[in-house]
């Protein structure tokens, strides 16, 4: 399966999820989607189009709080991130580590250092700073210094 | 629930070259159940590089890890040329992945040297270790340091390799071929490494797509995923050379995969030095003038598997957001596959067969004597002395016969 094909029936089966879609490369594409559909967009991409979780990047913006959940398909070499904004106020999305594993740790660190709250999550304990750290202080946010 | 005997292995363990705390939950001598605690040395290295132009950068990342310290580097600069969009020179190519490559082979050599060491087994280590001297040696002729070689940037390398010093490279890669045979005969065909290391610690392929592993541990179980294939970056797409893969997922297989590789890393080293000598000398960088807006993804096979890096540019001179994934971040976490069920012996050696690496160093400026407290070496003298040896190590080295 090569990159059009997997962005093509990607767009297909998730129409109505999608807000925005770009193509850098062959080999580099990023999708902008509804946050509320992540858990099945992630199954897809994980069971069906096979596709492995590298890891996901989370950053505080004007728009809110943003995630970058990389996905490699490493046959071709792609490099597809799902791209979701979450709320300023009271950033939440589905955790996907009922799903697979390697999303656990990931998800852990980023509610610790960005006090981003993932639903569902098996055990959202800190993974870093265990101890050590005030609790509701997010040293990854803008207003931090 | 019967009762379980909690055995700590770190945060400061003899056996651990870095901080790090796993508890293993024993009934006699079965490992039940895992725990995994870190942050020792968390040193906020995503949030620092954004308070540093994209040219400190460099040398930031390079100190994420002290092993793989070019690989973090390699990411970093895939990424940014990605958002800037930068072609580097063909010399600049080649160089990248000779460095690359020497540290992949000088970083299984230690592993190589450390699982003996875990097992009990000093021959071992105290082979490869002397085996890993030689290479540490040319990247002191090459780079100036034995490690952090700071020879990335932007739009190319800082550093040339000069046309005379390719015999001694060449010299040092058909010398270190001779040990590696010598070496893999001795590990392949040890029966106390076979009994030890065989069976022990099994991942297989469902848990290595559940865990999202990577590297030698994927390829160990049969995973064939290699960056420098998938995702070709540098000069790999340039030269001949193929992705090693066992099936087994043990520990034995890992340690089979690993020294497998250092003999592809070592044919891709020869190949790089034949083309580079063709091309014209000090063509290395090309100018990059500003960094656009825009997202990049870099990605560079280290030693350990696939490290990743996003870097979110606002079109200032600095990250506005730095993500850095290394590989050990998802290898670590298999450890609750292969070690429980196991014995107390044969979980360290499976936590270590992934080659665990919780990226610490730290940085020496002046040594005192401990009886008087008196300054022995200021900065600047512990630096000349270190040219002066490198001069020195260079000029044995280019004028060896």
Same mark, same amino acid.
């Given at each position: ?18 807000? =925005?879609?770009? *193509? ?46 990389? #996905? ?74 | ?9 770190? @945060?400061?363990?003899?056996?651990? =070259?870095? @901080?790090?705390? #796993? &508890? ?6 079965? *490992? ?34 002290? %092993? ?24 600049? &190519?080649?160089?990248?992945?000779? /460095? ?23 021959? *071992? ?39 005379? &010093? ?26 106390? %490494? ?13 848990? %290595? ?65 034949? &083309? ?7 063509? %290395? ?63 360290? /050696? ?36 270190? =040219? ?14």
């Amino acid at each position: 399966m090569d990159t059009n094909t997997i962005i093509e029936q990607f767009k297909k089966r998730f129409s109505s999820e999608i807000l =925005e879609v770009t *193509v850098k490369s062959p080999k580099r594409a990023s999708i902008t989607v509804r946050p509320e559909k992540i858990v099945s967009i992630s199954e897809y991409l994980y069971k069906k189009a096979e596709l492995r979780f590298i890891i996901a990047s989370a950053l505080h913006t004007r728009k809110g709080f943003e995630i970058h959940y990389h #996905f490699s398909k490493d046959a071709v070499g792609l490099i597809l991130n799902i791209h979701v904004i979450l709320d300023k106020i009271n950033p939440q999305i589905e955790s996907l580590s009922n799903m697979f594993n390697a999303s656990n740790w990931i998800e852990r660190e980023m509610h610790e250092l960005l006090g981003i709250d993932f639903i569902n999550h098996p055990n959202q304990e800190k993974l870093i700073s265990e101890g050590n750290w005030a609790e509701g202080v997010y040293p990854y946010r803008k207003e931090f210094k | 629930m019967s009762k379980k005997t909690l055995i700590p292995i770190g @945060p400061y363990h003899p056996l651990q =070259e870095e @901080p790090e705390l #796993f &508890k293993l939950y024993c009934d006699g001598e079965i *490992v039940k159940d895992i725990k995994w605690e870190t942050g020792y040395n968390h040193r906020g290295i995503e949030k620092l590089s954004e308070s540093k132009t994209y040219e400190q950068v460099f040398f930031l990342v390079e100190r994420v890890c002290g %092993i793989c310290s070019t690989s973090h580097p390699f990411a970093f600069a895939n990424a940014v040329e990605e958002i800037a969009g930068v072609e580097i020179t063909d010399r600049a &190519k080649y160089i990248r992945t000779i /460095i690359g490559e020497l540290e992949r082979i000088h970083s299984h050599l230690l592993w190589v040297g450390l699982a003996g060491h875990f097992l009990g087994y000093n021959t *071992v280590f105290m082979w490869a270790w002397k085996y890993r001297e030689p290479v540490l040696d040319l990247f002191e002729m090459i780079t100036g340091n034995r490690n952090s070689y700071a020879m990335f940037k932007v739009g190319g390398v800082r550093r040339d390799i000069e046309n005379n &010093k390719m015999d001694a490279i060449r010299k040092a890669m058909s010398d270190l071929r001779k040990k590696l045979d010598l070496l893999t005969g001795a590990v392949m065909d040890d029966p106390v %490494i076979h009994a030890r290391t065989k069976g022990v610690g099994i991942l297989t392929k469902q848990d %290595i797509i559940d865990y999202a592993a990577v590297g030698p541990t994927a390829r160990a179980s049969g995973v064939a995923i290699d960056v420098r294939m998938d995702d070709p970056y540098a000069a790999y797409p340039l030269v001949n050379w193929k992705v090693i893969t066992a099936e087994t997922g043990d520990v034995f297989a890992k340690a089979e995969v690993r020294l497998l590789e250092m003999f592809e890393s070592v044919t891709i080293i020869e190949q790089c030095i034949d &083309k580079l000598e063709k091309l014209k000398e000090g063509e %290395i960088t090309v100018k990059v003038k500003e960094i656009p807006e825009g997202i990049g993804t870099g990605r560079a096979e280290a030693p350990r598997g696939e490290v990743f890096h996003c870097v979110v540019s606002d079109g200032s001179n600095s990250p506005a957001r730095h993500k850095i994934r290394a590989p050990s971040y998802v290898n670590i976490a298999t450890f609750r596959k292969s070690c429980i069920g196991q014995t107390i012996a044969d979980a360290t /050696i499976s936590l270590a067969a992934v080659d665990p690496c919780y990226c610490c160093t730290e940085r020496m400026a002046a040594v005192y004597d401990v009886s008087t407290g008196k300054k022995i070496m200021n900065a600047r003298e512990l630096i000349e002395s270190s =040219e002066k040896s490198t001069r020195e190590q260079r000029e044995k080295l280019i004028n060896r016969k």
